[in-house]
């Protein structure tokens, strides 16, 4: 600033531009502040920063070799990270899908054929839940092999096969979405397995189809299952998975 | 506030050193996912029509096995017309609730593999025997 004062008179359109960054920092800085503001209010209140440094610096256990650790300890981080892309590539597909009979196929052809990279997000959401399944596999095969579901860690297991389940059960109600002949066909099959349950699968298959046939009804309720009620429950236990994680630690290596 | 633990084998904090290796990971599995949705898009098929019946009709890879199992409990139809579908459904459940109750049911505190012979035989036989029916659902 001593600079430009000295020679005030000679150096004119400087000045106009320091005086405009000028302005600018203290925009910036009285944003800042304001964010400052709400910021320190919530953390008084929520103590953000300290629960931020207490989860970030919990130390994050080695295996034997660097290897193992590598490929053993990322298996269900990978499986949260794939369940936010399907997250993100389903909402994105949701922007242009249409749940009915008559339009759904179209669609998933609009989708694939004239959204700008839609075929891109489709085929994201497809091999994705596909890496999820395999991903989720692996993760449980680790757990089970170095037995770390034993206690105190029982619920976190249980927690992770309602998971499972749920996985399988957005595979499956996913599968009949686009409406094309093996959708059609293999929801048909599905479906029809269901009533080899004793006493209750011939009213399960029912309620499943809404109908004797897969038709309307049945996409209506694979479309709110998969995209409502499935996510609602899978966050639930999602949390309730990290949180046991979080507080039980993780179980020691072999 | 919970006790510092030590790790058998070491320990590195969460941020920065593990979260930077996961990021890692996380490119490739991105890099890994983005060339199959590339290179392998999913496959152009006729729209559902409920009066068409296509020969070969099976469902998503992981649920093969499931479906495999079922057609072979067909096979065990010698013992009475109620068999194949009671004992595949059964089994089935039986299958899903011991994953479900295992913590309960292997009681055994032990985590060295030495130590539990059988929990770790009958949980590799039937990952094993779940390969097999995918397979064997993918080949038939």
Known sequence: MTGSQKNDTERQPQTDLEETKKRAYIDILNL???????????DDRLDFDE???????????????KL???????????????????????????????????????SVMEITGQVPFGWLIRGMHAWGASLLIVMVFLHMLRVFLTGAYKPPRELTWVS????????????????LLPWNQLSYWATTV????????PLVGETLKYLIRGGHDVGQLALTRFFAMHVVILPGITMLFLTVHFLMIRRLGIADPL | MEKE?????????FYPNHILKQLVLICILMALLVSLAAFFPPPYLPKADPYVTPEHIKPEWYFLAAYQFLKAADKLQFIGMWAPKIIGILAQGVIGLLLFFLPFIDRNPSVRPSERPYALRIGITLAILYIIFTAWGYFS
């Open chain 1, 51 to 65: 629960a931020l440094a207490q989860q970030l610096k919990k130390p994050a256990p080695h295996y034997r070799t």
């Open chain 2, 5 to 13: 633990k030590t790790w058998k084998y070491g320990s590195e904090p």
């Open chain 1, 160 to 175: 992770g096969v309602v998971l499972l389940a749920l996985t399988l059960g957005f595979g499956f109600s996913g599968y």
């Open chain 1, 68 to 106: 193992e650790t590598n490929l053993l300890a990322c298996l269900g981080g990978m499986s949260f990270v794939l369940i936010l892309v399907q997250i993100l590539t389903g909402v994105l597909l949701l922007f242009y899908y249409r749940p009915t009979v008559s339009e759904a196929y179209q």
């Open chain 1, 32 to 42: 800042m502040s304001l964010i400052g503001f709400l910021y320190g209010a919530l």
């Open chain 1, 190 to 197: 599905g479906t029809e397995g269901v009533s080899a349950i």
